[in-house]
């Protein structure tokens, strides 16, 4: 089978703007449901990443693990970290208002960024660190490898889409946004706020920790540059275009900005060549920016409009 | 030890608090040495503004820490007292201790069956993996909603609570959703329809009678109390001055004085 007609990079920007959608659904639990505004999604996103190859490349497992063994271990490993930070990091964010909120999340990501950059040991510093794809033991080559993960990322995509929805139609969703909404109403209603809101961010981080370690798998290669707060303006501006009204407003508000910019405009548009280093990643920020404006002015509520609980809740009463 | 002195009401949930003291910048708001709550089906507190029912009723609730003192809940049911004042807010509610809220709140994303079926929901159902448990709510509860909603109609209960009167009227459902042992209703009837109101009022009069629920009333609307409770606690400058019968509480000469007025009597 020849794969000519797909370009490396047709693969890398779906990888992308399926990843960007994963960490948008995992926003809208926290944010568009429970109201708890995280800025820091690269900062969970980049801890899987690293935890996962530091585990991956700096720990001497067993070899009777083989690869897959310690590649999953690794994987494993970096899930419960980011999940791990995401509870300290809800502790700490928890008794916070909105401005709080974002101003503490953000902080974790700029940590994270400088500490992928200082512990050299570790992480190998500003050049990064090679990982092991464990696909190499069948020779495929490379297109093929990358068109395998772009699978895997699609699934664990749909996977948490497919969670999102079902929480939209369940009593734990309402929970969520009964929290988000009045906190102290929901206390007086016997609900456990403080820990609602602390399992909510150790799970959505875990998530985004495991979007991270897929990416660096991927990529093969782990590097600052990879989690910059692009990674963060992509899933919230994507959020926030397609509105939390239902779970399809991640989707429709990501493939609205990073799909059409990393796929339509990069691949399809004849820009000059001398554009792609510099030019473009300047642009897209200007475009995602200028969206973003646009639909807070015109649609604050996002293209897809408010919540419609009033009708959700109807269908579900009658059957 | 407690159980001994509150013999009269051994059979009723109702919650004891001792040397209860809350102050506001140096002026005691709060100062209660010994005062038992919920010893019968409905207790009128009333006394004028400023004598702290309210706060009492949210240092019960613990949306106003107490400076010191203690406050215990008896479930009525022979087991022993929970001290409730070292307890976190949100474990009030399981154990069956609810208030209504004085002030309007709501959850505004929320429709009034979602707001009933949150309050009659059960922890575990609300867990993260729960994910397929919406239909065991509905089934559980659908029955009691209805009744709520037939006895008082919302505009369209499908949909979000919209005047005043009805997220008041929310609120009170929800409360009652909680299936409380003992239910402390802050001014209830500010803001509800007359109609409404007397509905709201034999329901809670019915429960407090059939299910041995404890109902305490913090009401200004006087006809109320004396109407509904069985027993009211008079409460001025921070501390409960009278307890006693209805008839007896409305003819004192200390109640008269402080808060009726003179021409009250004889009414």
Redesign the interface.
Known sequence: MSLDWLSAYLIYALFTVAGTIGLAQLLHLQMGLAGIGNFGIVGFFGLGMYAWGVFQVRIPWPEALGDWGTFFLSLLMAVIVSGLAGVLIGWVISDLEGDGVLVGTLGFASIMYWLALSEKRWTGGAEGMAVPDPLRTFNWGVKPMSLFWLGVMLLLVVGITY?VA??H????G??L??V???E??????????FRTKL??FA?GSAGMGLIGAVFGVMNHFIRPTEIGIEVTLAAMVGLVMGGSARVWGAIVGVLLTAGLFDIVVQIYLPLPDSWYQITLPVVREIFFGAMLILVLLWRPLGLLGD?R??KL??R??SG | MAEATVTASAGRPHLRIEGAVKSFDGRVVVDVADLTLGGNPVEGLIGPNGAGKTTLMRMIMHSIKLDKGKVTFYPGDGSRGVAISSLPAHAMASLGVVKTNQVIQDFEKLTIWDSLLLAAARRREERPFRIFAEKRVWARNTAEIKCYLEEFPFANPYGFAKSAGEKKLLDILRCLLLRPKLLLLDEPTAGLPADVRDRVMQTIKKKAGDENVSVVIVEHDLNVIWTLSDYVHFMAEGSVLLQGDPAWIREHETVVEKYLGKGHVGH
Do not use: C, F, H, W
């Open positions: 969670y079902r929480v139609r369940s009593p734990y309402r929970l946004i009964a988000g909404q009045n102290a109403l929901a206390r007086s209603l016997g609900k456990p706020t399992i909510l799970l919540m609980r009033d809740v109807e579900l009463g």
